[in-house]
């Protein structure tokens, strides 16, 4: 398939989805990907060393201080930011393809991508935040999924109150009380996202096709 040809008469869109750690995000994504064939993922690049259970080219491509120097200069990023002092960048080519053909990505980055993205993608983005229900949840969450030290986990309880005061720059806003129920949420905005008329590049012919050409 010509990887430059729409597959369907739709303009893509970039989901944004934030959220402190431990509020889910990961969770709804893996859900949101398994259910919906038409949401890819994009695949960041970082300087963080790789986390026991994490795959190169899977969770991210992890890259070398130098290595993240060269993709910034060559322009490779559409964002990138400094988190939890390592480097993350999205880069720019799986994202344009997507546009191109008409799919949807999904963008599990913090605020400061979000905010980046808006001046060239705007038209293009939707921004959903995820709020724990409160932060003793958060942090019971972050301790069950066992993958952080004591040391860790306090850190970013200490920065989630930084993440979460970012929440009124995001156009949706959703409570992550029950994944299933969350799920659905995300679902709902992206179906009805998807809907709108701007988006459906296809509807002009297809009105002129159901009703004939009219005076
Ligand atoms: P973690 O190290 O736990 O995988 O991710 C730490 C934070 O970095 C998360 O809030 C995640 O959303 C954010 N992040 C991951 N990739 C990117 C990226 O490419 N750009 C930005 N701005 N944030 C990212």
Known sequence: MDPDQPTRSRRGLLIVLSSPSGAG?????????????????????????????????VDYHFV?????????????FVEWAHVFGYRYGTPKAPVKQALRQGRDILFDIDWQGARQLEPDFGEHLVTIFLLPPSMEELERR?????????????????????????????????????????????????????SKRVRQTGLVEF????IGPRH
């Open 142 to 194: 972050l301790h069950t999924r066992g993958q952080d030290p004591e040391d860790v986990i306090a850190d970013r309880m200490h920065r989630a109150g930084d993440e979460i005061d970012h929440w009124a720059e995001y156009e949706y806003v959703l409570v992550n009380r029950d994944m299933d129920a969350c799920l659905e949420q995300v679902q709902a905005i992206v179906s009805a996202e998807r």
């Open 25 to 57: 995000k990961s969770t709804i994504s893996r859900m949101l990907l398994d259910a919906d064939s038409e949401v890819s993922m994009s695949i960041s690049a970082t300087t963080r060393p790789k986390r026991p259970g994490e795959t190169e080219g």
């Open 64 to 76: 070398d201080d130098s290595e993240f120097d060269r993709m910034i200069d060559a322009g490779e």
């Open 207 to 210: 009105v002129r096709d159901l």
